[in-house]
């Protein structure tokens, strides 16, 4: 079973070695969602709600909602965003009944991405 929470945070950037209107400064208000797979425990949950919401906002909301995400990763790519997010979770959400699944970002409302396990090497 698959279990989600949305969040959203506001952050600019600037890509690199990108010949469009995306190499000037701008901003974005990004859509999260994380992703969670496992089976409910003794208490009828995969995971709380309320703790997934805290183990997000404090590894990555408070980092990433209105910082300047070229401080972050240099070529800030909603492809590179979704994988520092999966990478910053992913070991905070090991529990004996359920795992990060994946983590997919929209940059607007049509444009996003989606970063499973076998897309980051090292989780
Ligand atoms: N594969 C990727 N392509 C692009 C990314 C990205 O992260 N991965 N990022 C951008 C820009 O940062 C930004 O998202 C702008 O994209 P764009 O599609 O041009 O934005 P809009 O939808 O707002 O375009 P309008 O045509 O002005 O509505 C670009 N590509
Ligand atoms: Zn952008």
Redesign the pocket.
Known sequence: MLLCRDFKFDAA?N?IH?H???ERL?G?TYHLRVTLEGAPDAEGMICDFAELKKIVGELVLSKLDHSYINDILPQ????Y?SMWIFRALDGALVRENCRLSEVCLW?????F?VCRREDVKDA
């Open positions: 950037h890509l990108y469009g209107k995306c701008h974005h800030p790519t909603a492809e965003i940059e607007t409302e049509g444009s991405v």
